[in-house]
């Protein structure tokens, strides 16, 4: 990504960020800055729309301080501009690209989308959905991405199973619902009060609120528990899956500075081999097979994805406080 741009250079609006902090309205200000150039495996998106995840408020924030170490920057964010899920047409392909022309229609995952234009690699986007908006498509890439492989790939998640899945209102629990229902699987959602109607909505068989009752005092037994951002203690979780049931942590949120939920996810790894069920961190592979498996559940009528509210371009920094304060019920989505 160019910096501030001088005059006569090609320019584009952009959300940008010059250091790390977790209040959004002081860190991210909106900016004329250069467009970025596709590299030779990458194409150069006109942004249409851009999905809110859960990154966006780690990376703006640098924490936990590890990510700092995994190319986002030590001291300053390395590259000035948010945003990851992305629905644009294709303004200009590398000189690699083979697969996708200018004028495509796609969605997936780019570098720097809260902004007009943005950058992404081929192999990380797929025609858009004939049946979604861009808004829609822009929702789906790195939340439906990890929802997708914690079903099919961490739960391993069959026919008739039992699926519980912790934080079903979500923007990864919204597609997890659906997903695991198209794979056949009773599924039971955990949610606070006012989204029980929500994950109802996506399909859930039984609702749980968090609120009013604990999963490992119901008494019910799951074969598969996908915890997506939860806290809950592994043990406490142990207590609601079979005596070989399988347990796929999607993330985790203690709010700690230096590992944030990176050592739950250590202790599930270190105790697995010594007990019956299987307790299985997920890394999420970001590709465009998967969205096109994705496309074709979506095209199908089997998911769609959940929209809270939409924000423009200049307030992003609202749409992540939004997020950030628990809010969303589902996607939150910037347009331009």
Same mark, same amino acid.
């Given at each position: 990504?160019? #910096? ?13 960020? !010059? ?8 860190? =991210? ?5 250069? %467009?970025?150039?596709?590299?030779? *495996? ?11 995840? /859960? ?22 964010? &390395?590259?000035?501009? %948010?945003?990851?899920?992305? !629905? ?5 392909? #590398? ?5 996708? +022309? ?9 570098? @720097? ?6 950058? !992404?690699?081929?192999? &990380? $986007?797929?025609?858009?959905?004939? *049946? ?12 439906? =991405? ?33 997903? !695991? ?7 039971? @959602? ?12 996506? #399909? ?26 939860? *806290?809950?203690?592994?043990?406490? $979780?142990?207590?609601? $899956?079979?005596?070989? @049931? ?10 700690? +500075? ?5 050592? /739950?996810?250590?202790?599930? $790894? ?30 199908? @009528? ?10 423009? =371009? ?8 939004? =997020? ?13």
């Amino acid at each position: 990504m160019t #910096g501030e741009t001088t005059t006569g250079a090609a320019t584009m609006k952009a959300i940008v960020q !010059a250091e790390y902090g977790d209040d959004a309205e002081t860190v =991210l200000r909106i900016a004329e800055i250069g %467009r970025p150039e596709a590299g030779d *495996n990458e194409v150069l998106l006109r942004v249409h729309a851009a999905g809110v995840d /859960r990154g966006v408020w780690h990376i703006m924030t640098g924490l936990p301080y590890p990510l700092r170490l995994m190319g986002y920057g030590v001291r300053a964010p &390395k590259d000035p501009v %948010r945003g990851r899920e992305v !629905a644009g047409v294709v303004e200009a392909v #590398g000189h690699d690209v083979t697969t996708l +022309r200018a004028g495509d229609e796609v969605f997936g995952i780019g570098e @720097g989308c809260f902004a007009e234009y943005a950058t !992404a690699k081929a192999d &990380k $986007l797929a025609p858009k959905p004939k *049946n979604l908006t861009f808004v829609q498509a822009a929702a789906v890439a790195v939340s439906a =991405l990890t929802a997708l492989q914690a079903v099919r790939d961490g739960g391993k998640v069959q026919p008739g199973q039992k699926v519980l899945i912790v934080g079903a209102s979500g923007g990864v629990g919204t597609f997890a619902v659906q997903i !695991a229902k198209a794979f056949g699987a009773e599924v039971t @959602g955990v949610c606070s009060t006012t989204k029980v109607d929500l994950v109802r909505s996506l #399909g859930a068989d039984h609702v749980v609120d968090y609120t009013l009752d604990d999963i490992a005092d119901t008494g019910q037994r799951y074969d598969v528990i996908l915890d997506t951002g939860g *806290n809950r203690s592994l043990t406490r $979780l142990r207590r609601a $899956l079979t005596p070989r @049931g399988t347990l796929v942590i999607v993330g985790g949120e203690t709010g700690g +500075r230096w590992l944030g939920g990176i050592d /739950r996810l250590l202790r599930a $790894l270190v105790l697995s081999p010594f007990v019956g069920q299987k307790l299985a961190p997920l890394t999420a592979s970001e590709n465009g097979q998967d969205l096109s498996v994705l496309a074709e559940l979506i095209e199908s @009528g089997a998911v769609t994805p959940a929209i809270d509210r939409t924000y423009p =371009l200049n307030e992003v920094p609202k749409a992540i406080r939004y =997020l950030e304060e628990g809010h969303a019920r589902g996607k939150v989505v910037i347009t331009l």
